[in-house]
């Protein structure tokens, strides 16, 4: 069973066919793989295992999937797409398929004139992310025809989130929260990092997670300043505090929580300091949460804060991102950002430091929707957590 409605993705393909006739290309190839899902998956609801892929959207005609004889079955019961070609520089090297049927360049052309009418101009999504040889396979099988970039084009279609996006995205922070509850449960002394992880792994998938946006977060004692550390067999140790992160998905879609747990059951006074830097960070970058404000604009009280605080060689990551398809995804509202802050974005605060010398590294984050009156809490658990100066 697939993750998308077909009428999500027939909107989609519409603002692609959209694009291309605005730049007068021929076809889109928007490149995906395991490891860059969002661009695929926006337009299928799916992702192949093992190899890579493409879709082709062309201008005129029906949407193709290019891929490979493993995943071909799967992408018939899943993919909104279900018209597929196995196409060599999308499957895994060297692997033998003598029952399948592989097509290259010189039939993929004689299909697509066929549909469209002639092939001058294509635009490509994701060609950074291609494999080197992927991508000299493409250009060389369309040698003659115009290559354009246009994948800041296809991504900006992501930014604003319909309502069926908005109700996966707040589904999955409704996981995040049990997934928080179970996490800190398995917080004690002797306990490993591993523990903690799985814990809020099972809570999430027995649940009905489809998948996390990244593999979970547990960091204790130094270990927190690795800044994405996923759980090793590391014990906690009493006097200790764990970062934790996790981001379930639902139907594709993620949601996600962050927060700093002392290993002994209750925060040291100078652990409650820590902590309430955090927090004062957190509660000054929701009040600019504002639509019409820049990246620029919302980043600067907390950093500012925490520049006075002598913090700065500590910041690794900006404090506001979006999140959708990827547990962080463009625009990402950073203290050089000029990308505005609009209705229908869906955004995390995520305040953090890594590498101090006393507390290691930190991490707190929880998720809004942006609306015409400001930011709703994904998780009002998390928004009255991560907002309570007075604990």
Not at 123 to 131: A, H, L, N, S
Not at 156 to 171: N, V
Not at 258 to 276: E, I, M
């Amino acid at each position: 069973m697939g993750y998308l409605p077909k009428s999500e993705s027939e909107i989609r393909l519409t603002k692609v066919k959209a694009i291309l006739d605005r730049m007068d290309l021929d076809l889109a190839l928007v490149y995906y793989d395991e490891f860059n899902i969002g661009n695929g998956w926006y337009l299928t609801g799916w992702c192949p295992q093992f190899e890579s892929g493409a879709v082709l959207v062309p201008r005129k005609g029906a949407p193709l999937l290019l891929g490979g004889p493993e995943s071909e079955p799967f992408a018939k019961l899943d993919s909104t797409i279900t018209e597929t070609r196995n196409f060599p520089v999308f499957m895994v090297p060297n692997e033998e398929y003598p029952a399948a049927t592989i097509i290259g360049f010189p039939q993929l052309f004689q299909e697509l004139i066929k549909m469209t009418g002639k092939v001058k101009r294509i635009g490509i999504v994701g060609g950074d992310r291609m494999p080197a040889g992927c991508y000299k396979g493409i250009l060389d099988g369309f040698k003659g025809v115009e290559v354009v970039d246009i994948t800041n084009e296809y991504t900006g279609l992501r930014y604003l989130k319909s309502d069926w996006e908005i109700e996966q995205i707040r589904a999955a922070f409704g996981l995040s929260d049990f997934c928080y509850d179970a996490m800190k449960s398995q917080v004690a002394a002797g306990n490993s990092e591993i523990q903690i992880a799985a814990a809020g792994e099972f809570a999430a998938r027995s649940r009905g997670a489809s998948g996390f946006g990244f593999s979970a977060i547990v960091g204790s004692g130094l270990r927190s300043n690795a800044v994405v550390p996923t759980a090793s067999s590391k014990l906690l140790a009493s006097g200790e505090t764990v970062m934790i992160g996790i981001a379930p998905k639902v139907n594709g879609y993620a949601g996600v929580v962050g927060d700093l747990f002392p290993v002994d059951g209750s925060y040291t006074d100078r652990q409650k300091v820590c902590l309430r830097y955090l927090r004062e960070a957190f509660v000054m970058t929701k009040a600019m949460l504002i639509p019409g404000k820049t990246g620029r604009e919302i980043d600067a009280p907390a950093r500012a804060y925490f520049e006075k605080l002598g913090f700065s060689k500590y910041l690794v990551c900006p404090f506001v991102h979006t999140i959708g398809l990827h547990e962080a995804e463009s625009p990402f509202f950073g203290p050089n950002s000029d990308d505005v802050l609009v209705p229908g974005m869906a955004v995390c605060i995520d305040v953090s430091f890594f590498g101090h010398p006393e507390f290691h590294g930190t991490r707190i984050e929880t998720g809004y929707a942006i609306t015409e009156k400001g930011a709703v809490a994904f998780s009002e658990k998390m928004d009255a957590i991560h907002c309570n100066l007075d604990f």
